[in-house]
């Protein structure tokens, strides 16, 4: 048995902490502890969740828990976590402390910056845990505020503008998925229980109108097209942790809200609407990989290629299959993994040479070994290497979509599939030209090569990459019983649309 | 233990040595990873033969009939409950014998290698490539489904584009890996979806189970569904070949190949020519009893492919001067043989799949062989380009000779391999398809000519050239494979290959018509007198010939011109028509947008906030002119 | 001679109220904008006195109102001349025009 308040008490003690301390060395000896304090306690979670399914327990949310909040309007603090969120919430842990380890030589303001990364953490983790669509959004904001302040006096580049673009875009994707769960409150028994979910049965034509806000404002953390400009912009602006959180992290919570709030609660209208969540996807995945193509920044490559991925986790979504779903939350976390390790790679580049251009940088895997092979291997996960995460939860995706049997939707995979090579165009491109070739500048010899802080990133998201490219029934054993739980409702759904139709 | 058992201690043997050196060998055993990595190949090398003699002989069935066996089947990723990608391990014949045919190649490569790589800085990477390699080469052909073919396809193809890369500081090294991952990857997309097609159609990816399900009445069923006027089975299957043809360096995916050689020499021996590309051939035998069912037009797509491919790469390789990139486009040939003699089966004549299985059996060993030849001779040169070459034959004896082997067996020569293999490719050919036999014929003579043209270039010649820091031939661990792998393509020949490896399993007898190999042993052995004419002293002959044939010549030696195609659809077509508008959309119209919104807003919040004057006058007027407007509407509403 | 009409008191009220009202509007100086609130405000306190008056001579409450006002009115002044005096040690200055820093 768990309590899960300890996962959102933890980041709020370690922020209490670093404004106790002084100084750099604790303020990151702080931070640190309650990352890894916070890593064991996802992994605890991980086998307390198993152990707990093998006593035979079935609820959909397991480790429940309950307070009053506002009990006049039926908001309730109210706890509980499925497979889904045990594994987003391990991705979670996994991109915080390599996060706090890039950020290890943060100068500037280091106890503010480490309180932000901490807060922002206190969200995400609040966010998955929670089981109230009121509690959800309430941590949804939380994790919002502090990119703001992390662009805005971190970044580099245009950063205000950035800033206040993905702040702006970001609280408008809220305010949309506050229209929803307005709805959903007011049509859905008064209630925002989403464990009580399964007993209330939204009117289809109510329905019909909240479903796109719920869907939209999700999507938009989600970098669903057309709302994802704030992607690039955003992600090449923030500081190396930052851009780990916001692609790792932050772009998850839209995408487990899509699933977990929109679809889940109105499965009729998610089936009404299924046609345009795909065509909106395969936009998104096949545009997205050629927008990259032309990038010249490494970071706006990286970008848009979270653009083309997180497609996948809105296709598999989209496609209202088990196996297709199963396939986005893989996307989820392997994306997580793959492009927080890419962040942290192409920072460790910046950081030498002073520059992001593809142009400017050549033989990075000469002069700094470490360095380049990470790189690699973060492009390689990105082009859907077998044994590494990318192929698990691309093929899942493959095959859920190619099994929706409908032709849009079988083409809309076939596109999906397209983008992977297009992927190996610009990834081979990037690494081609900056990691390999002849070394450019004499400077280049007096590059130091990663430290131990840099290297304990890499090996820590490396590992969760190779863990889950190597044995994915590590994880896919506690993702496929949250994904069946959900099933039965989102299937009923499919019915009911069937019968309105008629 | 079982000698099935220990199979599946065949693959775990290279990537432990991979793990090995890559992880730790590179920092404190550089120096002995090669004797490592090797020991740990001779010991997989061991294993498969012995396996493959506990399988053709001691356990054979007493009926003859060979079956396959699922040595392990494990679940690794499943998607619903008939499919899942498993991690299995299958023995049936084919499967043995590339068992055999890539340890044994992978033995050699690496002794080989042990001195050719001799003082490289990245030494002990290397083996660790060489070993991640042979691992995924292992694990492909040992596959019992589909997607985990696919999966150590995929891993074979990044090998593959790290070892080209090896040279990484060398940028045409990173734009050949570049070029080769691309297009492969290019054509694995259409595999993959192949594979989508035939697993939900079949309704599994184990291979067993997709060929009873889809040669199965009710299976036929669901194939004879159409796409476009064409049934799905072709589809599918012709998707599938796609991806096997960019594998194999088909035509026309098969512009990487000669790139390729931008690697190390043992590299081209052991991938570029002997295992990696003839993936494709092998794929195509796995499926091979989808692929001759009726209703199917893949097959036919098979065969013009591949004679195609043999026919177009053999006119190149006579005119290209750089002695790798002759052998890389021989082996297109060669595999262009494999394909077109898996084309030409149908239901009732399956004989070309035994040929060609002896074929690529053959080819691995001679094949290696000249590529491991010519990186002796690369070594003593220093250079490429056979106008830099002549008359080496007297420094190089132990070379010349198996040299000689090689090309001997490649041309068809009786009593060498190639001859064997190769006649009986031409058998099955002339059976259902007599215009693929008379094309074959022809290319049979070009491939005798233009490997006896690099042979007299190479090894004699009357130009005398002075070799720099020539410190003899090569260490026995050079030579060692060589001879070893000479002995093999003189003796390979004699194995009666059809009485153990046929489409169905049940033995057929071997047999050679020798009124029917008078006519491709005497086009090879034409070919070699004109070689000899024209290249074994110098003279003005080729320049003549090439003069008098401008423009084919010129064609030829560029290659058909299909580099340049290739670049101006990708830079031009989609790079600029589809990449550089996507990116400019993105920016100016749906970026665009989002900045219009937010500019919206600041002009009309710009516009209102004139109202906000700072004067307190103001504001009391405001204020007393709502109020009387307040006032105003109540009375206008109550009266 | 008839007796004086509550309309007559209303109407100077009214004239009082609009005065201040003019003077508050168009007077520049802080201490004259102070003086029209006064007379706007014992226009009001006018009203509330000839209501009760007139209207209900038993009740006091008009006229209560009205002691509360003139002691709020005498407050409000304390504070306004004391904002003033700081805004005139700030600008050396006592116009309204001055003191514009708080627009936009």
Known sequence: MMNLNILVAIPILTAFGLIAVKGLSRTRIVAFTGACI??????????????????????????????????????????????????????????????????????????????????????????????????????????????????????????????????????????????????????????????????????????????????AGFGIFTAMFPFHTWVPDGHSSAPTAASMFLAGISMKLGGYGCLRAAVFLMPEAAHAYQGAIITVAAIAIIYGAFATLMQTDLKYINAYSSVSHCGFVLLGIGMLNETAINGAV??????????????????????????????????????????????????????GLPGMSGFVAEMTVFMGGWQAGDALYQFATILACASIVVTAVYILRAAGKTMMGPILHSEYSLFKDAGWNERGAAFLLLAGIFIMGLAPFVLTNIIYPGTADMMQRITEGSISTFELLK | MNAFDLSIWIPILPFAGFLLIGLIGKKYFPSISGWLATLFMGVAAALSIYVAIDYFFLSAPSDGHYIAQEIINIPWLQFTDSLSIN??????????????????????????????????????????????????????????????????????????????????????????????????????????????????????????????????PEGAGKLSATFLGVSIITWALTLI??????????????????????????????????????????????????????????????????????????????????????????????????????????????????????HLFTHAFFKSLLFLGAGVVIHAVHSNDMRDMGALRKYLPVTHLTFLIGCLAIAGVPPFAGFFSKESILHAAYATHPDIFYLALITSGLTAFYMFRLYFSIFWGQKEIHLHHFHGEAGWSMKLPLIMLGTLSVITGFVPFAEYITADGIPHLAETDIMF??????????GIGIAMIMYKSANALPDRVASAGKSVYRWAYHKFYIDELY?????KVIFNLIGRPAAWIDRTIVDGTMNLIALMTTEISDSVKGMQSGKVQGYAMYFFAGVIGLGLLCLYIWL | MSPISLNHILFISTALFFIGMYGLFTRRNMITMLMAIELILNSVNINFVAFNKYLWPGNLDGVFFSIFIIAIAAAEAAVAIAIIINIYRNHNSIDVADTEEMKY
């Open chain 2, 517 to 526: 190999s008078i006519a491709p042993v005497l086009m090879g052995l034409t």
């Open chain 1, 330 to 383: 893989l996307q989820m976390v392997s994306h997580g993994l793959m492009t927080a390790l890419f962040f942290a790679a192409i920072g460790m580049v910046y950081e030498r040479t002073h520059t992001r251009m593809v142009k400017d940088i050549s033989g990075m895997l000469k002069a700094t070994p470490f360095i380049g092979t990470v790189f690699i291997l973060a492009g390689l996960c990105s082009l």
């Open chain 2, 87 to 216: 991690m299995g391990v299958m023995l049936d014949p084919i499967s043995v014998m590339m068992l055999v045919v890539v340890t044994f190649v992978s033995l050699m490569v690496h002794l080989y290698s042990t001195g050719y790589m001799h003082g490289e800085k990245r030494y002990a990477t290397f083996f660790a490539y060489l070993q991640l390699f042979t691992f995924s080469m292992l694990g492909l052909v040992l596959s019992s489904n589909l997607f985990q073919i696919y999966i150590f396809w995929e891993l074979v193809g990044v090998s593959s584009f790290l070892l080209i890369g090896f040279y990484f500081d060398k940028p045409s090294a990173v734009a050949a890996s570049k070029k080769a991952f691309i297009v492969t990857r290019f054509a694995d997309l259409f595999f993959l979806i192949g594979i989508l097609i035939v697993g939900v159609t079949g309704d599994s990816f184990d291979f067993n189970t997709i060929i009873i399900n889809l040669t199965s």
């Open chain 2, 241 to 358: 070949f796609i991806g096997g043809a960019g594998k194999s360096a088909m035509f026309p995916l098969h512009i990487w190949l000669p790139d390729a050689m931008e690697g190390p020499t043992p590299v081209s021996a052991l991938i570029h020519a002997a295992t990696m590309v003839v993936a494709g051939v092998y794929l195509v035998a796995r499926l091979f009893p989808v692929f001759i069912l009726t209703g199917s037009g893949a097959i036919e797509i098979v065969a013009y492919i591949g004679i195609f491919s043999a026919l177009f790469a053999a006119v190149i390789a006579c005119t290209q001067t750089d002695i790798k990139r002759v052998l890389a486009y021989s082996t297109m040939s060669q595999i262009g043989y494999m394909m077109f003699a898996l084309g030409v089966s149908n239901m009732h004549h399956t004989d070309g799949f035994t040929a060609s299985m002896f």
């Open chain 2, 567 to 571: 670049i101006f659809i990708t830079k």
């Open chain 1, 38 to 215: 916070q890593l064991i306690l996802s992994v605890f979670l991980f086998f307390a969740y198993q152990a707990e399914q093998h006593k035979g327990n079935t609820d959909q949310y397991v480790f429940t828990q309950q307070y009053d909040w506002f009990p006049t309007l039926g908001i309730h603090y109210q706890v509980g976590v499925d497979g889904i969120s045990v594994a987003m919430i391990l991705l979670t842990a996994f991109v915080v402390l390599a996060g706090v380890l890039v950020s290890w030589k943060q100068e500037k303001w280091s106890k503010e910056f480490f309180l932000l990364l901490t807060l922002l953490s206190a969200g995400a983790y609040g966010y998955f845990i929670a089981t109230d669509l009121f509690t959800l959004f309430f941590f949804l904001e939380v994790a919002v505020i502090p990119k703001f302040l992390l662009i805005g006096i971190w970044g580099s580049g245009k950063k205000e503008y950035a800033a206040m673009k993905l702040a702006l875009m970001l609280m408008g994707g809220s305010a949309l998925v506050f229209v929803g769960l307005i709805g959903t409150y007011f049509w859905g028994g008064y209630s925002f229980d989403m464990q009580a979910a399964d007993t209330i049965q939204m009117p289809v034509d109510k329905q019909m109108i909240f479903f796109p806000f719920l869907f």
